[in-house]
């Protein structure tokens, strides 16, 4: 079984010991393996460490190929949540290109080789679908992107346009992505109120790295101890979102797009992406500055809408739906 000596897997691991052999054993059987695995684990209490050395000792036994990947386990002592574990198991990788890992996935054979190929070819930041899966590993019936909703003019213009896409939400799935090792140089450390997924992505689209998107190359377990999880996007969860208190999610996006606003000059962000980020940030000050009385609600965002920023940097009528009913 062939090895690339340019590949290192980053994944991290909290009380993930139901999984986790499934995991590694789809990550042992790939058709192209990478020369190292660091997994770094947020303070687990359920053996998940323990089995995760003996599951590896096992398939090692039972295959050369397995038996030269390095495996490095990094414990962490306090638990520093699932942003900066990755940051921690990302910055202890030591090789070119970074495929990230979930402890409870399921890798179909030819993640690896299929994804390295596009690195190869030019791209700098992989991502894609991927199969949702039950606690039992079989299949739900729908992809990851059907769950998303994710449209086709964002599917064409992740790749042509990407800062377009990704100012308005984030559609990139850490478990499916891998990226060169500069993105994540340019990217440290990981700012407060990003998940690492959508920052990594963010800041190859502002430095210029080409992405590509490739079709289903694993199955993305769902279950209720998910950290981070996809609902399918069904009226049901349209309308709880609705329903839902927005005081703090609007705080925490002016948040998020201040910390970005901040990092644009050393990311060297072109023209066109900072008028972008400076759009945003009126944007979700205007946003955060909403009176909580839907009656006279209206008339800011209505001002809003004729800025055009709803189209631009939010998700236009369903955005401009949510801000006028839900309760704030």
Wanted: proline share 3%; hydrophobic share 40%.
């Amino acid at each position: 079984m062939a090895i690339s000596p340019d590949i290192s897997v980053a994944m991290c691991t909290y009380n993930g010991a139901q999984y986790i052999v499934e995991q590694l054993e789809s990550m042992a059987a790939q058709t192209l393996l990478p020369a190292e695995i660091v997994v770094s684990d947020d303070g687990s209490t359920d053996g998940t460490v323990a089995l995760l050395k003996q599951t590896w000792e096992r398939l090692a036994e039972h295959s050369s190929g397995v038996r030269k990947v390095k495996l490095t386990v990094l414990s962490n002592k306090t638990s520093l949540g699932v942003t900066k574990n990755f940051e921690q198991a990302i910055a202890a990788t030591t090789k070119h290109y970074i495929f990230l890992a979930d402890q409870d996935d399921i890798w179909f054979p030819a993640r690896l080789e299929t994804e390295i190929a596009q690195l190869n070819a030019g791209a700098g930041f992989v991502f894609g679908d991927a199969q949702l899966i039950n606690e039992s590993g079989e299949p739900l019936g729908h992809s990851l992107f059907e769950a998303l909703a994710l449209s086709a003019s964002e599917r064409t213009g992740i790749v042509s346009r990407p800062v377009d896409v990704l100012i308005k939400r984030n559609i990139v799935t850490g478990a499916t992505a891998a990226f060169s090792r500069s993105v994540f140089e340019k990217a440290s450390p990981f700012p407060a109120g990003w998940v690492h997924d959508e920052w990594l992505a963010m800041v190859a689209a502002l430095t210029g790295e080409r992405f590509a998107v490739t079709e289903s190359l694993i199955g993305y377990r769902q279950h209720s101890s998910n950290q981070i999880g996809v609902k399918k996007n069904t009226l049901a969860t349209r309308m709880a979102k609705l329903r839902a208190e927005g005081a703090e999610r609007n705080a925490r996006l002016l948040a998020r797009i201040t910390s970005l606003s901040e990092r644009t000059e050393e990311l060297g962000a072109s023209s066109s992406a900072q008028s972008l980020i400076v759009s945003s940030m009126k944007f979700q000050q205007a946003r955060s500055a909403y009176p909580r009385n839907r009656a006279i609600r209206w008339v800011p965002v209505l001002g809003q809408v004729l800025t055009g920023r709803y189209f631009r940097v939010s998700n236009g009528p369903r955005d401009v739906l949510r801000d006028l009913v839900q309760p704030l």
